[in-house]
């Protein structure tokens, strides 16, 4: 038996900003980006390939806040700077594996429930 509305709300809260974060596109992308190992950013942002400086910058700041990212630089002349999953990071790789499975295993029926719904609402 799920809680009241309330009690869900109270429940869901404290892993929101969790579930925003992993539930974004970056994040699941660098994710993938770096699950073989350390990588420039540079190398990240090609491997990506549609992300701008700025939001790759934001997003890689917001993961190794939360834990999932290590950065490290390495002093040179320009300083070499290196992202890596941690260990909690790697953790989250499954996760995001399966649900990329299951897209793919449901692409075509969730494409044919849009054209239903969207055929529907011209009927109407």
Request: proline residues 6%.
């Amino acid at each position: 038996m799920l809680p009241e509305p309330n009690g869900l709300l109270e429940i869901c809260r404290p892993v929101r900003h969790i579930l925003a974060r992993v539930g974004d596109k970056w994040s699941v992308l660098i994710v993938m980006a770096l699950r073989d190992g350390p990588r420039r950013f540079n190398e990240i942002k090609r491997a990506i390939g549609t992300i701008s400086q700025r939001m790759l910058t934001l997003t890689l700041k917001g993961m190794e806040r939360d834990g999932l990212v290590h950065r490290t630089v390495t002093p040179s002349n320009p300083p070499r700077v290196d992202y890596e999953l941690t260990e909690l990071g790697h953790s989250l790789r499954g996760p995001i594996e399966e649900l990329g499975r299951w897209a793919i295993d449901n692409e075509r029926r969730v494409a044919e429930a849009q054209l239903w719904f969207d055929g529907r609402d011209k009927a109407a």
